[in-house]
Every structure is written in structure tokens, then in C-alpha cells.
């Protein structure tokens, strides 16, 4: 039988784009899906992929060089069990100001994060990851209350302050390939990405008002 992929419809998505991406024809995935017209696909609208071979993945949102980089990084086997995302509440930011600013802090490892998301503000360009320390050396997070949670939760930041305007969406891009990325890596669940608010009711509104969860968990193939 023809293994299958399932996908959700991205952002910019074509029928077209969707059969070339995957190397299928267009008419075997309106067949597969029932789709009588390419222009009734909606974005967050789950369809499979008919692909050709039987290790076909969806390709990636994040860079080449980010996923070379993040292969050479082995996750602690069972570890990870949820993705945490927050704002960093400034909308001008980088990744080492935030590192020296946790040492400041008291924390030994800096970052408190394991990655940071920019939003092209200082140096960095819109949507570059910096990858911290701790997802480097495998070490506990130090973004949320308890410890438990910073030893099994993985942190990722975006900058922006996301109580005054949403997150670009680039950085969006992006987070959605981190998490899809990461989730595959760590067998973590599409249920288990979550937000630094909805983990710790009413302790913090992070990552603010104008960042939606359930728009991102919509997108993310698992």
C-alpha cells in the first residue's frame, strides 16, 4: 500500500505547492483528500499526502544550517516532555543581554531559556534562533516556577512584547518548524506545547494577550 503523510494546510499554501513539495501529482492528492477545486483549501485544514517512498517526512519551515546545527545536538533520552513558549515582555531584545542579565539573576547556566527567537531587533534578523546553552549541554531550563517543570519542560523565547502587538510572522514560521522539529526529536505531543500562562494559571500573562496558542497548535504537523 502507499504510505501517507498527514499535513496541515500552511500560511501560503497551494494544492500546487503541497503535490510538488512531496513529489505527488496534483490530481492524487484532490483524489486522495476529495478536493473537486485546488482553491477550496482552507490554512489549518488537515489533509493526507499519497507520497512516493516510505520515509517521506514534511519538510521543514526552519533554515538548513539551523537543522544541521540542531542535529548535532542528541536530546537527553525521555527528558523532554513539554514545550513551553514565552515573550521575553521587551520589545527590543537579544539573546546574550538576556544571558547576562539571568547571570546577574543567579543563574549559574545564564539563559534561562533553550532557545530565543528574535524579532530582528538589535543584531540578529527577524526569526533567527539562538540556541542556549542549556539545550547545547542538556541541561535543566530555569524560565518557569518549578523545578520540576524546568527538568522535563523545554523553554523557547521569542522576542517582543506580545501585550502591546503580536509576534512578526516570521518569528511565527519559525516557531511553528522549532516546535514541529522538537516534538519529533522528543516524541512530545502536539498537546503538550504549550504557553508560560496556561502552565502556571494566574501567575503570569506571558506571552501576552497577542500571542494565540491555539493558532500555532492549528498549524503544527505532527
Not at 539571568?102 to 530565543?116: P, W
Not at 539545550?135 to 530555569?142: A, R, S, T
Request: hydrophobic fraction near 30%; glycine fraction near 10%.
Amino acid at each position: 500500500s502507499t504510505p501517507e503523510v498527514p499535513y496541515v494546510v500552511r500560511k501560503g499554501d497551494s494544492l500546487s505547492s503541497i503535490a510538488s513539495r512531496f513529489g505527488v501529482s496534483q490530481s492524487a492528492l484532490s483524489s486522495r483528500n476529495g478536493i473537486s477545486s485546488p482553491n477550496l483549501i482552507k490554512i489549518g485544514q488537515k489533509i493526507i499526502i499519497p507520497v512516493k517512498g516510505s520515509n517521506v517526512k514534511a519538510p521543514s519551515l526552519l533554515p538548513s544550517t539551523l537543522l544541521r546545527t540542531l542535529g548535532t545536538i542528541r536530546p537527553k533520552s525521555g527528558k523532554w516532555k513539554k514545550i513551553i513558549i514565552h515573550h521575553s515582555a521587551t520589545p527590543v531584545d537579544d539573546a546574550m543581554n538576556m544571558h547576562r542579565v539571568h547571570k546577574t539573576r543567579g543563574m549559574k547556566n545564564g539563559l534561562a531559556y533553550h532557545f530565543v527567537i528574535s524579532n530582528g531587533s538589535r543584531k540578529a534578523t527577524d526569526g533567527e534562533v539562538f540556541i542556549g546553552g542549556r539545550w547545547k549541554g542538556q541541561l535543566d531550563g530555569g524560565h518557569v516556577k518549578k523545578l520540576s517543570w524546568n527538568q522535563t519542560c523545554i523553554g523557547i523565547c521569542l522576542i517582543g512584547n506580545f501585550e502591546t502587538k503580536p509576534p512578526t510572522s516570521r518569528q511565527m514560521k519559525i516557531l511553528e518548524g522549532l516546535c514541529e522539529y522538537l516534538m519529533k526529536r522528543c516524541s512530545i505531543p502536539k498537546s503538550q506545547v504549550t504557553t508560560h500562562k496556561v502552565l502556571h494559571k494566574g501567575h503570569t500573562a506571558c506571552p501576552g494577550k497577542y500571542f494565540s496558542l491555539p493558532s500555532l497548535t492549528r498549524r503544527l504537523n505532527p
